[in-house]
Nanobody, 120 residues
Framework: VQLQAFGGGLVQAGGSLRLSCAAS????????IGWFRQAPGKEREFVAA????????LYADSVKGRFTVSRDNAKKMVYLQMNSLKSEDTAVYYC??????????????WGQGTQVTVSS
């Protein structure tokens, strides 16, 4: 499966942004998708994940209640709706895929990232 994240940009603190992850491959619906981010000088960290069916989701504590992950298997798309953005959300965001089970790590396929910058 190949992935491409897009939709990043510059937004003011308190604003919203929706990231998209476009996938290719016939078996996309069998993959769990995770979102990760990496800020300058920091390690990459888990943000959110959604199961292959879309029925289960998982969030990092830092984004819980502000971010929502969803997917449309028919369109081979995954979304990350980000609300109430904070300056500490500034990072390059990546989507990644792993077979079936979702979690916070051990993702096998990665897309190119998209930059999110939150101005205070």
């Amino acid at each position: 499966v190949q992935l491409q994240a897009f939709g990043g940009g510059l937004v003011q603190a308190g604003g919203s942004l929706r990231l998209s992850c476009a996938a290719s491959g016939r078996t996309f619906s069998n993959y769990a998708i995770g979102w990760f981010r990496q800020a300058p000088g920091k390690e990459r960290e888990f943000v959110a994940a959604i199961s292959w069916s879309g029925g289960s989701t998982l969030y990092a504590d830092s984004v819980k209640g502000r971010f929502t992950v969803s997917r449309d298997n028919a369109k081979k798309m995954v979304y990350l709706q980000m609300n109430s953005l904070k300056s500490e959300d500034t990072a390059v965001y990546y989507c990644a895929a792993r077979w079936r089970d979702y979690g916070t790590h051990r993702y096998d396929y990665w897309g190119q990232g998209t930059q999110v910058t939150v101005s205070s």
